[in-house]
Each structure stands twice: as structure tokens, then as C-alpha cells.
């Protein structure tokens, strides 16, 4: 195999990210043949179930990422060095998520039009689901108002971890409300799986790859975070430098 | 196990475009998170950099 040159070498690549990322890459291929060509049609559902290999695998995965992001503010705000580390992971994989969360309503619309005849219905999950993906956007924006890193990182670590808490809403709106979102097929309180064992394989190898790109994206962004933040430091170093001189000259 | 052939399947067209629909937006921003990296990497010292 040959090398890319080292200009065109991503700089927040590194031979662990590489691996993972040829993992994922091949998981993908494989996710694609078993959904759309190896498994069988769903009784009630025909061949509509083939969108769930992607619809609930980015759901979890989404609910993951909003997760992680709590434990990472939470990590910044009570940690003892205030880590900005934990700050830029939260901002990653909140982002992340937000694309994972887009996915799942966008799959979850498609899926709807073929089961229940519409893209949209103000439904107890569909509600809380697109509740949950506004919030998330909210975090985004908050992150992006100006400030210090710090104040950054401060802000938006409240604000995750008061939005944390929307996940259990999302995940019970099926049993708390009349919905005409489907029940939990696999995460049920009695531990009662009733899907085909192939099915079942190809959801669940779904959710591997799907945290297997999650995991590539938060890494590889949050690099970027790290390097933006080093670039603006070293502009705000530069710009108290500059009024330092010019103090001096006058 | 039976493949089954995608022209014979119901709903090829949206059961295509949700999974289409599932990865473009992902590999579009893991490209645009890589070719910003790739910018902004001559203005990054190597001690900012702590993973390379």
C-alpha cells in the first residue's frame, strides 16, 4: 500500500484512528449486505424493517453521545483541573450526536410514510425525539456565543446536563403516553426478544458500527476542537503582545 | 440464508434512500472535519498536538 504524502496526511490521524476507521468502514459494507440482501422481511412490517438497521443503531447511538457528553461536562465542571479536554470531548460528541439524532428522525420519517401513510405525526416519541434533537442544537449555539474557552466550557457544561435529562423522556414516552411509535423490541423490562436470531445479529452489528463511527468522529473532532482553541489562544497571545509594545512605545 | 434480489423488494426506493440518507450527511462532516484539520494544521505548533 502506498503512503500518502505527509501534507495530505489528516494531522489528527494517528494509526489507531486509521485502524478503526478501516473497521468501520468494512462493519458499513458488511451492515449494508446483511440489511438489504441476507435478512428476511418482517412479518407485520415486510421489507420496511430493513430502515431499522440504521434508524435504531443511530437512535442508541445518539442517546450515547448526549450521555457522554453529561459525563464530560460533569468531568469539567467538578473535576479538579477543569479540564478543557473533557470540555472539547463534550462539544464533539454533542455534535456527533446532533448528525446521529438527524439521522434517526430523517430514517424514522422515510419508515413512517411506508408504515403508518405519514412522514409526521405529533406523536409522544416523534415530539420528545425532535425536542431532544432542538435541544441539542441549542447546546451547539451556546457553545458558539462568545467568551473565554473557560466561560465556554462552563456554559455549555450546565446547560448538558440539564438537557441529559430529556433522554429518559424520550425512551419512556412509549410507555408513559398513547403512542403510535412501536414499543421497545430489544431493551424490554422483562428481557423477552422476539425478533428473528439473523435480525437480531444484523440490528445489534448495526449498533457495533455505528459506535465504531461515532467513536472515530469524537475523536478525530475533538483534535480539531483542540487545535482551534490552540489557534485562538495564540491569537489572543499575540493581540495582549501587540497592546504590550505599543504600551511600551508611547 | 436467502438473498434477496433488490429489484423484487418492496419500497426498494425508500428502504435505498434511508440508508443513503444515513451515511452521506456523516462521511460529508467527517470530510469537512478532516479538510478543516488539514487547514488550519500549518498554523498548530507540534506541542499543540499532543496526540501525533
Known amino acids: 500500500m502506498s503512503k500518502l504524502p505527509s501534507s495530505q496526511v489528516p494531522p489528527t490521524r494517528t494509526s489507531a484512528t486509521r485502524n478503526l476507521g478501516i473497521l468501520v468502514l468494512a462493519g458499513s459494507v458488511l451492515l449494508f449486505l446483511l440489511g438489504i440482501f441476507f435478512t428476511a422481511e418482517d412479518v407485520d412490517q415486510g421489507s420496511s424493517v430493513r430502515i431499522m438497521y440504521v434508524h435504531v443503531p443511530t437512535a442508541w447511538v445518539a442517546y450515547l453521545a448526549f450521555i457522554l457528553t453529561a459525563v464530560a461536562s460533569a468531568g469539567h465542571l467538578w473535576g479538579r483541573r477543569h479540564s478543557m479536554n473533557l470540555d ?11 448528525i446521529f439524532m438527524g ?28 425536542f431532544l434533537f432542538v435541544t441539542y442544537i441549542g447546546y451547539l449555539a451556546v457553545r458558539g456565543l462568545g467568551g473565554t474557552h473557560q466561560q465556554r466550557a462552563k456554559r455549555s457544561a450546565i446547560v448538558a446536563l440539564f438537557a441529559v435529562l430529556e433522554i429518559p423522556l424520550v425512551h419512556f414516552s412509549v410507555v408513559l403516553w398513547r403512542s403510535l411509535h412501536q414499543k421497545a423490541s430489544v431493551l424490554r423490562p422483562n428481557g423477552n426478544v422476539t425478533m428473528d436470531g439473523l435480525m ?19 475523536i478525530h473532532r475533538q483534535r480539531l476542537l483542540a487545535m482551534i482553541d490552540a489557534v485562538e489562544m495564540r491569537g489572543i497571545d499575540a493581540a495582549i503582545e501587540a497592546r504590550r509594545a505599543e504600551e511600551v512605545n508611547r | 440464508m436467502n438473498p434477496t434480489g433488490l429489484i423484487a423488494m418492496a419500497h426498494a426506493d425508500f428502504i435505498i434512500i434511508s440508508w443513503v440518507l444515513s451515511f452521506v450527511p456523516i462521511a460529508a462532516y467527517a470530510w469537512r472535519t478532516l479538510r478543516r484539520a488539514r487547514q488550519i494544521d500549518p498554523l498548530v505548533s507540534k506541542d499543540d498536538k499532543p496526540w501525533t
Open chain 1, 88 to 98: 472539547r470531548l463534550a462539544g464533539a460528541s454533542a455534535e456527533v450526536g446532533v
Open chain 1, 103 to 130: 439521522v434517526t428522525l430523517v430514517t424514522g420519517s422515510l419508515w413512517g410514510r411506508l408504515s403508518w401513510g405519514t412522514y409526521w405525526q405529533w406523536d409522544p416519541r416523534l415530539t420528545t425525539t425532535a
Open chain 1, 200 to 218: 437480531l445479529f444484523t440490528l445489534m452489528f448495526g449498533v457495533v458500527v455505528f459506535t465504531g463511527l461515532f467513536a472515530w468522529l469524537v
